[in-house]
């Protein structure tokens, strides 16, 4: 993936483009989003792999609360089957995506329980404090560095007082940096698949000190911990198919989550916004296709 400097106005047009015309296509070989044939666990032909990302998204079950609205920002597909959990404790899933294509793919996977539109993470068409909770998967890395801030402005904009909202990211810690430097060879053997598109898609990660002073600087409170150590291609590397080190992995990322943080791939940043005005109306965003 590419981290560059493009028109602001570029990038996000890029970023559609590059899902619905290869991103949110199936892959002829396996049949998966060409996403996930290229990013995820299932992907690599790995089933430690496999089994190491989706216990990752499944730990994370319980953890969105209750309430009217789930806001999906940027919901893609809803690519993982273990995504679909996440919203069962709300009436609807408001699923909001640039693709038409993802939102597609989201309706036939959810149904009756989603609410999809066609809207852009920088100037959500939503109301203030609509949202009871929600999540935005793999996504504000995909936006152009210098409107990242916006996004996470909007989705603080749309949370109600005492809402949480749950952000996964790729993350780029320096340690994890300089250990990726020192791998880089022995990885070329297990790169990305499409590798030239892969170089095609805009991806600007930030640090865990980015993600800390932003947070703060945003006024809500902030967890920062680690999702996963290890990129699927890595996995791979380091311990081929087997599925015997998924338990100890989980185990020490469940354990220690911001001490691995230091070598995380992938983070969670959980952001609250305050405490909830007792008896205060909400407006409720309409429904939308």
């Known amino acids: 993936m590419r981290d560059d400097v493009r028109p602001k106005d570029a990038v996000g047009d890029s970023v559609r483009h590059w899902y619905d015309e290869h991103g949110w296509q199936r892959d002829a070989g396996t049949g998966l989003y060409n996403d996930t044939a290229t990013f995820s666990g299932a992907g690599t032909g790995s089933a430690g792999a496999a089994l190491y990302e989706a216990q990752s998204y499944r730990d994370l079950n319980g953890g969105f609360g209750t309430g009217r609205l789930f806001l999906d920002a ?17 009436k609807h899933r408001v699923c909001i995506d640039l693709s038409i294509v993802a939102l597609r793919e989201a309706r036939a996977r959810v149904g009756a329980h989603g609410i999809f539109i066609n809207g852009d993470l920088t100037a959500l068409p939503l109301r203030d404090g609509s949202i009871d909770g929600g999540v935005s998967a793999y996504t504000i890395q995909h936006i152009d560095s210098r409107q990242q801030l916006a996004a996470l402005r909007e989705l603080v904009r749309v949370l109600a007082p005492g809402g949480s909202f749950c952000i996964i990211t790729g993350i780029e810690p320096p340690l994890r940096r300089w250990a990726f430097t020192l791998l880089r060879p022995l990885l070329r053997k297990h790169t990305y698949k499409h590798k030239q598109r892969v170089e095609a898609l805009y991806y600007h990660a930030q640090t865990p000190a980015w993600w800390r002073s932003t947070l703060q600087g945003l006024g809500v409170q902030g967890e920062l911990h680690t999702l996963r ?11 081929g198919d087997s599925i015997r080190p998924v338990h100890w992995l989980r185990r020490i990322e469940r354990a220690c989550p911001r001490l691995t943080l230091a070598l995380a791939e992938s983070a969670v940043v959980l952001v609250t916004k305050g405490d909830r005005h007792v008896g205060a109306p909400r407006e409720q965003v309409p429904a939308q296709d």
């Open 74 to 90: 940027a919901s893609g597909p809803i690519a993982h089957a273990e995504y679909v959990p996440w919203s069962a404790g709300y």
């Open 229 to 239: 150590m290890l990129r699927m291609n890595e996995y791979k590397l380091l311990f």
